[in-house]
């Protein structure tokens, strides 16, 4: 039934989830809505060893939850999505902020991190119909589109610290 609580286990991929008494991932659904647990405390475990199959994992596990996102992200490092939508204009912004850094010692006393730039990114947005206008902040660049099948996709060059996609529809 709806109520029931749909128990998974896995680690791999979502192939491998099976019914288990012992959940590590439960899923418990009540009316339209569902609520997901996860029983452990893998994001920061996965911060402190970077390992591998824990990120497949943790992968595996929002592609269940969310098995059809309308924005996604594809960098080669860690690029932030923040997307906030101004009513006023129609404008959809979707900033896109590096949170690749790296440690520079040049000795104890100046110790610094500085932003490892990230590029090309790609963004996805679904949409109803093809957008106004797509540019790239800081400073109205034009922004490398395509819309096909209801997909926004934008090609960002490179991300140093942010980079914002302002959508207009």
Known sequence: SDSMANRV???L???SFRESDTPLLTRNRFGKGE?????????????????FGLRRFIL???DQIVPDPRFLTEADGPVELSVR??????????????IA??????SLETQ???????????LKVRMLRPPKTVILEPG????DYCFAHGVLTVKVPGVKIMETVAIRD
């Open 9 to 11: 286990t896995g680690w």
């Open 13 to 15: 991929a979502p192939e």
């Open 35 to 51: 609520a997901w647990y996860l029983a452990a405390g893998v994001f920061g475990h996965y911060e402190r060893i970077h390992y």
């Open 60 to 62: 595996s596990v929002i």
């Open 85 to 98: 939508y101004q009513q006023s204009s129609g404008a959809t912004f979707c900033h896109l902020v590096n």
């Open 101 to 106: 850094v790296e440690a520079v010692n040049i």
């Open 112 to 122: 610094y991190e500085r932003a490892v730039p990230r590029g090309p990114v790609t």
């Open 140 to 143: 109205g660049r034009a922004a």
